[in-house]
T-cell receptor, first 117, second 114 residues
Framework: DSGVTQTPKHLITATGQRVTLRCSPR?????VYWYQQSLDQGLQFLIQ???????AKGNILERFSAQQFPDLHSELNLSSLELGDSALYFC????????????????FGPGTRLTVL | AQSVTQLGSHVSVSEGALVLLRCNYS??????LFWYVQYPNQGLQLLLK??????LVKGINGFEAEFKKSETSFHLTKPSAHMSDAAEYFC????????????FGAGTRLFVKA
């Protein structure tokens, strides 16, 4: 158990809908990262938040947005869903003291499997 | 552009045999390199990471990796494979962009035969 929790575990929805994925980082971790894992794209970095602020952005679609709240949990919002958005979405957290280090260990949650029908 | 290449999407070894999973990276700055393992229906777990303290890095479960700057490689090895090592392995590089962006290789699925 990494200490990172993600809800829900599974999500099935229809095209055009909007969903919210939730992540609770390990106690004390300030950084949260979101990743998408799909068969055709592999593991893709989406976005990083540090202590409530966006710090790094990857291949995140404009239809997707994220935020980190004062209690450090994070939400990933996916809207206007398409079939191709079906994937496993992972959240990870790291300590990130003083902004963090590139060598910080990221602890991954178990993921949310999103199926868009 | 930064990238990570894992040679071989599938590797099969016999139990007790040497495991060698290959990873090459491209990076214009000193890289932060990682190996992760993913078991079925689970998240990723860190095996080991290169921190520039030593070129030979030892990780969990008997795995180790050697950073070779001249070859831009960070291959993962284990002297003797165990059935429980069957999983997918990802090499990754983290870039400092003001925040930290991690680029993963495509992954190598390791099969261990009895």
């Amino acid at each position: 158990d990494s200490g990172v929790t993600q809800t829900p575990k599974h999500l099935i929805t229809a095209t055009g809908q909007r969903v919210t994925l939730r992540c609770s980082p390990r106690s004390g971790d300030l950084s949260v990262y979101w990743y998408q894992q799909s068969l055709d794209q592999g593991l893709q970095f989406l976005i990083q938040y540090y202590n409530g602020e966006e710090r790094a952005k990857g291949n995140i679609l404009e239809r997707f947005s994220a935020q980190q709240f004062p209690d450090l949990h994070s939400e990933l919002n996916l809207s206007s869903l398409e079939l191709g958005d079906s994937a496993l979405y992972f959240c990870a957290s790291s300590g990130g003291v003083a902004g963090g280090q590139g060598t910080d260990t990221q602890y991954f949650g178990p993921g949310t499997r999103l199926t868009v029908l | 552009a930064q990238s990570v290449t894992q040679l071989g999407s599938h590797v099969s070894v016999s139990e007790g045999a040497l495991v060698l999973l290959r990873c090459n990276y491209s990076s214009s700055v000193p890289p932060y390199l990682f190996w992760y393992v993913q078991y079925p229906n689970q998240g990723l777990q860190l095996l080991l990471k290169y921190t520039s303290a030593a070129t030979l890095v030892k990780g969990i479960n008997g795995f180790e990796a050697e950073f070779k700057k001249s070859e831009t490689s960070f291959h993962l090895t284990k002297p003797s494979a165990h059935m429980s090592d069957a999983a997918e392995y990802f090499c990754a590089v983290t870039l400092n962009t003001g925040g930290f962006k991690t680029i993963f290789g495509a992954g190598t699925r390791l099969f261990v035969k009895a």
